[in-house]
């Protein structure tokens, strides 16, 4: 069996039973954990709302830090946008969803995808640079932290040079390729990157104990 | 049978060959294997000097369609040239209404030019039960270890007896093996395709004989100047790949238009072989070229990587059923880590409260005391 033959089969095939057994795991589990019941009277009455209104507020700086973190913000909103955008919207990627589901969407054209690759790959490599370098970041990282900022760049990155047929031959880069992504769908949830699935409801829960308390988060 | 030494000229009259069409085979010949034209008169005079070497062609699990390609013409083509140039001493697909006769024949070919005979092997080699394959009562393995034995050295021609082909696609009912799995102590070269170039198979033969050299052989032991590039390195449909326009059907609009096949499962990128170059029926057409995508058949175990018409990018393994069995399986998971959570919950909601390993609790100043002071 070439390299290819195993990422193309085996490979891909075991990493996404194992990436979606553990996301429904995780998800499930965490979601039955029992939530702490409030000690005294709500101090709001539309907490609903209110906790949908920190979901979104937080997608963009609060005022009082922007200063500091808005490069932050803007950056993690490229590099998101970016590598979902290559994902689904690559003409070859809607190739392996079709193959996968069934049926496919448009994509848009190579040019574009080729630039918004490129754009993300440099800004997620420009942010993992400022973590390697910046004292406070270096100091508060963790294992976790450069593990998966690693594991998301690699498959921008093979692709990348899938695409530009760089160096190797092309069999090797596809199966690399792929392996990347095997990698990657393999760590999701059981890394932080599993935040995508708790990242809008944790904000809702907290916009909610705030707004309880009467703190207009 | 190689006794009589007839001179080459002598040969092409008689195969109504003119001079002219001779050299420009050798000039052919010279620029496939990438040397230098001023080879081609070399290339010439060496196959006129030589004495025709000896050629032991064996066929086992096959279906005669390299030797189809290999053979045909019904106009002598460039590549029949080479017939003038050796001495086929056996053939048994040509020489079957020869019978016994025609392994005589092979014997004394080979006493004869012990060391210095070639052998092509064209179809796997059956290891399961030895009947199914045999010539004149022989297994296939044993002819070709016999065979081998005295071999000069040894061209695989075609995909089978290069890497099993066909007969060792899933679930190899013949327990089918290819030549290098057999013979490991003699020079192999492998021309595989299915069928395999007749000019690559030409040229390789030329250049033993002109030079008494084996071309430079890749790892998959291929010569490197026919199999060192990919079709899709050298595919006139290449530039609608870079801009991802890709035919969706064999008949549609982008098809007719020339687009590239990747999405119909072509497998260019990643098959080495000289199709997209030399072509077939006389530099005619190649699949591609004929609106069909290229199936890797070159390449080792094609046919069991996957349809051929499912594009490269997509998973061979991976199905919609198996996600579902694994979201069902992280549901199971899923659940008991949720009320093993809760239950933990509970219990430590209830108390009594345990210091943590490790943290001594810190004494607290009395308010009262506090107050007071
Ligand atoms: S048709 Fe096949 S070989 Fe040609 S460019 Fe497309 S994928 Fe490559």
Known sequence: MSLLDFARGPALQWAGIIFVLGMVWRTLGIFMLMRSSPLSANRDNHLFEHGVRTVWSRFVPAPVFEKKVSFQYVAGWIWHLGFL???????????FFEGLLG????????????????VTLGVLLWLLGRRIFNPVLRYISTFNDYSSVIITTLPILT????????????????AIHMLSIALLLVW?????????????????????????RGVQA | MTTRHVPLGERMQARGISRRSFMKFCATTASLLALPPALAPKIAQALEAQHRPSVIWLSFQECTGCAESFLRSNTPSVESLIFDTISLDYQHTLMAASGHAAEEAREEAMKANWGKYIVVVDG?????????????????????????????????LGTCSAYGGIPLADPNPTGAVSVQDVITDKPIINVPGCPPIPAVMTSVLVQFIAFGALPELDHLNRPKVFYGQNIHDRCYRRPFYERGQFAESFDDEGAREGWCLYKLGCKGPTTYNACAVLKWNEGTSFPI???HGCLGCS?????????????????????????????????????????AGRAVQKRNKQGPFEAQPGVQPTAQPDPAEKEKS
């Open chain 1, 188 to 212: 999701f949830p059981f890394s932080k990157l599993f935040h995508v699935i708790t990242l809008l409801p944790s904000r809702y829960v907290l916009g909610v104990k705030f707004w309880r």
């Open chain 2, 299 to 339: 390449e080792p175990n094609f046919w069991d990587k996957g349809s051929f018409y499912a594009p490269l990018a997509t998973a061979t393994h991976l199905d919609t059923t198996e996600l579902a069995v694994g979201a069902l399986a992280g549901a199971a998971v899923g659940l008991g880590a949720g009320y």
């Open chain 2, 124 to 156: 796997s080699i059956p290891t399961g039960d030895m009947g199914y394959s045999t010539t004149a009562g022989e297994s296939n393995i044993d002819t070709l270890k016999h065979v081998a034995e005295g071999a000069a050295a040894i061209v695989c």
């Open chain 1, 103 to 118: 049926f496919g969407w448009p994509a848009l054209p190579n040019s574009i995808v080729l630039a918004i690759a490129g």
């Open chain 1, 85 to 95: 955008v290559v994902l689904l919207f690559y003409k070859v990627h809607v190739m």
């Open chain 1, 159 to 174: 692709g990348l040079l899938t695409f530009t047929h760089f160096g190797i031959a092309y069999e090797t880069l596809l």
């Open chain 2, 289 to 291: 070229e004929a609106g």
